[in-house]
């Protein structure tokens, strides 16, 4: 058995959850539709539930104020709420993996976030609020 417990864990767990949950077909959504994908997301996590840090909030308005749109095949999906697959591609795009739509031209977020002078994001929970 290995060593080691949870701790080693934390930022190995959400990239092998986004990669393995990126299995989408088809064509790709259109700018709006993916715009209306961050947006959506953006609201739903501003409500403060999920337990994601501030910066990642942060970078997702950055996507929309800069037009950085992730790449998000239309078909394809798992679980219940069948958002996981099209939500993977938004989180490894954040964390600087997969491509995005910018200035119309589709490139790798690594590149776009170094042009833009961002870090990719690290997926971890958030600090306990005290």
């Known amino acids: 058995m290995r060593g080691g417990g949870a701790a080693e864990h934390v930022e190995a767990l959400p990239r092998h959850l986004y990669t393995f949950h990126g299995c989408g077909l088809g064509q790709v959504l259109d700018?709006?539709?993916?715009?209306?994908?961050?947006?959506?997301?953006?609201?739903?996590?501003?409500?403060?539930?999920?337990?994601?840090?501030?910066?990642?909030?942060?970078?997702?308005?950055?996507?929309?104020?800069?037009?950085?749109?992730p790449i998000i095949p239309e078909e394809g999906s798992v679980g219940a709420s069948?958002?996981?697959t099209p939500l993977s591609y938004v989180a490894a795009t954040l964390c600087g993996e997969r491509e995005v739509l910018y200035k119309g031209q589709r490139r790798t977020s690594a590149e776009v976030h170094a042009e833009l002078g961002w870090q990719p994001l690290v997926l971890r929970p958030r600090k306990r609020w005290r």
Do not use: I, K
């Open 82 to 84: 069948g958002d996981l």
């Open 31 to 69: 700018a709006p539709a993916t715009r209306a994908v961050l947006a959506a997301r953006l609201q739903s996590l501003c409500f403060g539930m999920s337990g994601v840090r501030l910066d990642l909030l942060e970078r997702l308005q950055a996507f929309l104020a800069e037009d950085v749109l």
